[in-house]
């Protein structure tokens, strides 16, 4: 019998895992409209640890449940049609999107047009639509089959970075003289540095960009040069208060937040929350908005939409993205992962261990 592999996760205890099995769907039993897509090619990374760790809370955990204690792990990459009900879509079309840590999907598109497809399947509870959506691969300027691996690794990181720039631009830095970013050795955390270092050689940007890590890490961040000055964890006493500095943080280390906005006093301009690298990122909410204000993507996304129109903002991300993408490829090592078991194991490493900066893992079920 044909079936659908998968890792399913408690959602009480993120740690506890079970590799399953179950009927695929034939087209004799697909409903009418529906879609199922074979997912070819995933990345997995502290983006999803992300997810799992914030499931509940932010209620990731009700797009893909699987029974009332257990939910497939949200991840992003690249499917395509092996079956379909729907007069729209055809055996072989290819679409990039959120799809559940699982070999195939069966979704039933809604406001269908040449860029892809919204799902609603009634199963799925959504958080936010930016979720829903599905891009064709055949009208998405972005795309290069060739890249798929960067693409699923970088897209759903990168697009944080720009909204971050954009955010910043919007606020004019917040009169920052520096721009301290943390756990810079992170893709997201790097992404945004590497548009805003593109802004410096472009001449439209003044701030300093300065990179806060770890010792280990330190060779790393140094390598990708788009960072100004590189500060280790253990040396805080080594940024310049005296500059007015925004803070843009993915650790969620309240106690270091707290060090470095009294050391600088009324020089600190504002604080950023990203992220949840740290899986207590969100234990306490209430203490951590003490320091700083959390930034959510998706309304940022919005704004841009709104000032430019979807076309003008597609078009800018997509080129930002390419740009980007070229400039990861002399700095990521990618690791491919095969199967349910491998997949199972990489994310319990992950829920216990930070990956290496230069590690990029990409995953597929077969």
Same mark, same amino acid.
Not at 152 to 162: A, R
Not at 333 to 340: A, C, I, P, R
């Given at each position: 019998?044909?079936? *659908? ?9 993120? $740690? ?16 009418? @409209? ?8 995933? #990345? ?21 449940? *699987?029974?009332?204690? /257990? #939910? ?6 690249? @499917? ?23 070999? /195939? ?20 509870v959504s958080n936010n639509p930016l979720y829903d959506h599905y891009t064709n691969v055949s009208t998405d300027i972005g ?29 004019? #830095? ?10 810079? $050795? $992170? ?15 472009? @001449? ?10 770890? $010792? ?6 140094? @390598? ?25 943080d993915f650790t969620g280390n309240q106690k270091m937040l707290k060090q470095i906005a009294n050391g600088l006093g009324d ?10 690298? =740290? ?20 309304? =940022?996304? =919005?704004?841009?939409? =709104?000032r430019l129109g979807t076309v003008e903002f597609t078009k800018l991300y997509s080129t930002a993205l390419s740009q980007f ?42």
């Open positions: 019998m044909p079936t *659908i592999s998968a890792v399913k996760i408690n959602r009480g205890d993120i $740690s506890k895992t079970q590799v399953i099995d179950y009927k695929k769907p034939t087209t004799d039993d697909m409903s009418d @409209g529906s879609v199922l897509l074979k997912l070819d090619i995933f #990345s997995l990374s502290s983006n999803n640890i992300t997810y799992a760790v914030t499931g509940n809370s932010l209620k990731y955990w009700n797009f893909f449940p *699987i029974d009332e204690e /257990h #939910s497939l792990l949200p991840v992003w990459g690249f @499917g395509q049609v092996i079956a379909s009900k729907h007069p729209n879509f055809e055996i072989g079309d290819r679409f990039y999107g959120y799809y559940p840590m699982s070999s /195939h999907v069966l979704v039933q598109p809604s406001k269908v047009n040449p860029y892809g497809f919204v799902d609603a399947n009634p199963s799925r795309y290069k089959l060739e890249n798929e691996a960067m693409l699923s690794l970088y897209k759903p990181l990168f697009i944080t970075s720009y909204l971050l720039n954009d955010f910043l631009e919007e606020n004019d #830095s917040f009169g920052a003289e520096q721009i301290l970013i943390t756990s810079a $050795s $992170s893709k997201t955390a790097y992404g945004l540095a590497a548009v805003l270092h593109e802004r410096k050689l472009a @001449g439209d940007y003044t701030p300093s960009i300065v990179a806060l890590t770890s $010792s280990g890490n330190v060779g790393f961040v140094n @390598g990708l040069d788009i960072y100004d000055e590189i500060i280790n964890y253990s040396e805080l006493d080594k940024l310049d208060n005296s500059k007015r500095t925004t803070i843009i020089k600190h301009a504002y604080t950023s929350l990203i992220g949840a690298v =740290q899986n207590d990122r969100l234990e306490d909410e209430e203490d951590a908005t003490k320091h700083g204000q959390f930034f959510f993507a998706p309304i =940022q996304a =919005q704004k841009c939409v =709104q993408i070229e400039r990861a490829k002399q700095w990521i090592e990618l690791e491919n992962l095969e199967g349910t078991e491998e997949i199972e194991k990489k994310y319990i490493d992950l829920l216990k261990n930070s990956p290496p900066p230069e590690k990029g893992y990409i995953a597929s079920i077969k």
